[in-house]
């Protein structure tokens, strides 16, 4: 069965350098078979920004109460095999339109006797950030590190990354075909993973 991959971009210029990586991912994800949604979080409509921790999904209510696009996207979470952010990288973390989305995840979060239960737990998590600076200074390794406190959380697979730096408003990563054929084969290597 072909794997279901969830891609949503974090990137408020339509036609930026994270639209470019995103569309090559698809491209790849596509290529390998893979069935593939892509969402774009700068136009959901949402009745409150993030998460209100109003704890109405606690204990085990396992959905956000609030009625918007973010909780409906999230709310379809489970039902992907790998869900990708793929995002600019605003002061060293992701921009707020996708910190958003990422926030709601704790209604799928099932707190219970001091241990935390979660359908995302078989989810393959993926970030592909493009930022200005480089890998080591751009605030990639903070977004690791955050991928990696989720995954030690909810005991879900390594995620994936990818990295595309010294990018502006003013340069086009869509001419760069190195950073073009990496993001395309970030998207094939989704789908089929040296094991599969
Ligand atoms: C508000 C803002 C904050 C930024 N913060 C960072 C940062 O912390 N680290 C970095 O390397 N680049 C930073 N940048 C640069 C962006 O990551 C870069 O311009 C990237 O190309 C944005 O993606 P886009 O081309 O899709 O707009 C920032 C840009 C903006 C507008």
Known sequence: MSKKILVITGSPRGNGNTNTVANAIVEGIEKAGGKVDLVDATELECQAVGCTCCNACQPDNLACVLEDDVS???ADF??????????PIYFFSFPAQLKSVIDRMYSLLLHEGGQIFSPLKRIQFAVAAVAGGTAEDSGFEIIKAQMG???ELIECPATKFFF?????SK???????????????FGFSLVKNAQD
């Open 164 to 168: 595309k730096g010294g990018c502006s």
């Open 72 to 74: 409906d996207l999230v």
């Open 171 to 185: 340069t086009s990563a869509a001419e760069d075909a190195a950073c073009v054929e990496g993001a395309e084969k």
């Open 78 to 87: 489970p039902k992907y095999d790998v869900i990708a952010f793929v995002t």
């Open 149 to 151: 406190y989720l995954e």
